[in-house]
């Protein structure tokens, strides 16, 4: 290993050990809590966690963002904080550039391009983008790894499975086995550039018909397993567009929902990292959709699932509802938890079985769905608790994204006719049939 990536490493392991006594003093105020009675100010150490957390690069962060996400995953007060952690790592030097190009594609990497700048265009938790020229004249994004990354993930699961395991301690009211597990293999994959790169391929050919989604095409000879080259596609941040006219907030609101559930209802697939900087806006209301690192392959009768559960909750079929959760992978339902968790589904469903034009929720602050599932949390604590099941984990992020996005935008849509428009010609064996080839094509991870 070259002498700055080892003071790199050193440097990593001196952040992480401060994150650890920062959780390590938090367990301790939580067990005195817990079992002396002695009161925590969550407030105040949420945020402290939060500045501990935002001063890392690398996957921990990446996790505390979506832990802000997840229902119950974490306190609200945690998930309050957590939710304004942002992207905003340092990116790497020239020096660790010129490594991590050298490594990918040779000695004479330079030569490949006609321009490389020095400076990244864009940093983020597990890597950077140079906006360089390709030899033909391509504008191209080579999105580099920084290095050790796989050491960081691993260390920042173990800290992740300790926050999880304090939070249970506290609280019984969500098994959370499944979610770490799931949050393992997904980070793990991201480390692939050339899974990712798969990955982004079978996206662009699932949104093939979408003419107003865009998908960056791959540079296969740019790349490697720590860097992937695509083309570089021109877009504003979504948030540029709040102020918008109307027509142009339903238009950028339409493709954002093709771009996302297209792919789930026709192959079972979704895109599983719904950061508002994983899209962008062309000026005609177009999406550029990025980052391809997380996706989620469903199985074909989960998804069929869910188009059951909308249909119960349609028809308050209580059986069909406890069929659909079963499906998602939930056992050993009792009464009362069926009702709880139907709660929770007629909040995630609420939109679309609402036969009129309507705004999705109102942004004031606070975390998309955060009073119904402090609700929910309620009943479950009362009930005995519930084991989130794996697949439930980015089904329920990706929906919660979305949803908030379109808070920002403040869209006037009638979301039930897009939702069955979409869905009418349903046919699980034929979702099979087209899952199965594409996971062939590409060697999806399943």
């Given at each position: 290993m070259a002498q700055?990536?080892?003071?790199?490493?050193?440097?990593?392991?001196?952040?992480y050990?401060?994150?650890s006594?920062?959780?390590g003093g938090?367990?301790?105020?939580?067990?005195?809590?817990?079992?002396f009675?002695?009161?925590?100010d969550?407030?105040?150490?949420?945020?402290?966690?939060?500045?501990?957390?935002?001063?890392?690069?690398?996957?921990?962060?990446k996790?505390?963002?979506l832990?802000?996400t997840?229902p119950?995953?974490l306190?609200?007060?945690?998930?309050?904080?957590?939710?304004?952690?942002?992207?905003h790592?340092p990116?790497?030097?020239?020096?660790f550039v010129?490594?991590?190009?050298?490594?990918?594609?040779?000695?004479?990497?330079?030569n490949?391009f006609s321009?490389?700048?020095?400076?990244a265009?864009?940093a983020?938790?597990?890597g950077?983008?140079?906006?360089?020229?390709?030899l033909?004249g391509?504008?191209?994004?080579?999105k580099l790894?920084?290095?050790d990354?796989?050491?960081?993930?691993?260390a920042?699961?173990?800290?992740?499975?300790?926050?999880?395991?304090?939070?249970?301690?506290?609280?019984?009211a969500?098994?959370?086995?499944?979610?770490?597990?799931e949050?393992?293999?997904?980070?793990?994959?991201?480390?692939d550039?050339?899974?990712?790169?798969?990955?982004?391929?079978?996206y662009?050919?699932?949104?093939?018909?979408?003419?107003?989604?865009?998908?960056?095409?791959?540079i296969p000879?740019?790349?490697?397993?720590?860097?992937?080259?695509?083309e570089?596609l021109e877009g504003?941040?979504?948030?540029d567009f709040?102020?918008?006219?109307?027509?142009?907030?339903?238009?950028?609101a339409l493709n954002?929902?093709?771009?996302?559930?297209?792919?789930?209802?026709?192959?079972?697939?979704?895109?599983?990292?719904?950061?508002?900087?994983?899209?962008?806006?062309?000026?005609?209301?177009?999406?550029?959709l990025?980052d391809?690192?997380c996706?989620?392959v469903?199985?074909?009768q989960?998804?069929?699932?869910i188009?059951?559960?909308?249909?119960?909750?349609?028809?308050n079929d209580?059986?069909?509802?406890?069929?659909?959760?079963?499906?998602w992978?939930?056992?050993n339902l009792?009464?009362?938890?069926?009702?709880?968790?139907?709660?929770w589904?007629r909040?995630?469903y609420?939109?679309v079985?609402?036969?009129r034009?309507?705004?999705i929720?109102?942004?004031e602050?606070?975390v998309?769905?955060?009073?119904?599932?402090?609700q929910v949390?309620?009943?479950?604590?009362?009930?005995?608790?519930?084991t989130?099941?794996?697949?439930?984990?980015?089904m329920?992020?990706?929906a919660?994204?979305?949803?908030?996005?379109?808070i920002h935008?403040?869209?006037?849509?009638?979301?039930?006719r897009?939702?069955?428009e979409?869905?009418?010609d349903f046919?699980?064996?034929?979702?099979e049939?087209?899952?199965?080839a594409?996971i062939?094509?590409?060697?999806?991870?399943?």
């Amino acid at each position: 290993m070259a002498q700055n990536d080892k003071n790199t490493g050193a440097k990593r392991l001196g952040r992480y050990a401060r994150v650890s006594t920062k959780m390590g003093g938090l367990a301790a105020r939580m067990a005195g809590e817990k079992f002396f009675g002695i009161k925590v100010d969550r407030d105040d150490h949420a945020r402290i966690l939060k500045e501990a957390l935002g001063n890392l690069r690398g996957p921990l962060m990446k996790v505390a963002q979506l832990l802000a996400t997840i229902p119950d995953a974490l306190p609200p007060e945690y998930a309050a904080e957590l939710q304004e952690l942002q992207s905003h790592a340092p990116p790497m030097g020239w020096p660790f550039v010129k490594r991590r190009m050298q490594a990918e594609l040779g000695p004479d990497w330079q030569n490949k391009f006609s321009d490389f700048p020095r400076e990244a265009a864009a940093a983020a938790s597990l890597g950077q983008v140079h906006k360089a020229t390709t030899l033909s004249g391509e504008i191209v994004a080579c999105k580099l790894q920084y290095p050790d990354m796989e050491s960081a993930v691993e260390a920042d699961l173990k800290q992740l499975r300790l926050m999880f395991s304090l939070y249970e301690s506290y609280d019984k009211a969500i098994q959370t086995k499944h979610v770490v597990n799931e949050i393992a293999t997904r980070l793990r994959e991201e480390l692939d550039y050339t899974r990712e790169a798969r990955n982004q391929q079978a996206y662009a050919e699932m949104l093939s018909n979408e003419n107003h989604v865009h998908v960056p095409r791959v540079i296969p000879e740019l790349g490697g397993k720590r860097l992937l080259t695509t083309e570089w596609l021109e877009g504003a941040p979504i948030l540029d567009f709040k102020k918008a006219p109307l027509q142009m907030r339903n238009q950028i609101a339409l493709n954002l929902f093709r771009a996302w559930y297209v792919p789930l209802y026709q192959y079972g697939v979704v895109h599983g990292d719904p950061h508002l900087g994983n899209y962008k806006v062309r000026q005609n209301g177009d999406i550029n959709l990025l980052d391809f690192g997380c996706i989620r392959v469903f199985p074909p009768q989960f998804i069929k699932g869910i188009l059951d559960l909308y249909h119960a909750l349609m028809k308050n079929d209580r059986a069909l509802a406890v069929h659909a959760f079963e499906a998602w992978g939930f056992k050993n339902l009792s009464n009362e938890l069926i009702d709880t968790l139907t709660i929770w589904a007629r909040f995630l469903y609420q939109s679309v079985m609402d036969d009129r034009v309507r705004i999705i929720g109102k942004s004031e602050g606070t975390v998309y769905g955060r009073d119904t599932a402090m609700q929910v949390h309620a009943a479950l604590r009362k009930h005995g608790g519930i084991t989130v099941p794996r697949e439930f984990v980015f089904m329920d992020r990706a929906a919660l994204g979305l949803g908030s996005v379109f808070i920002h935008l403040q869209a006037e849509v009638n979301w039930h006719r897009l939702f069955e428009e979409l869905t009418a010609d349903f046919d699980v064996a034929a979702l099979e049939k087209r899952q199965k080839a594409l996971i062939k094509k590409f060697d999806l991870a399943v």
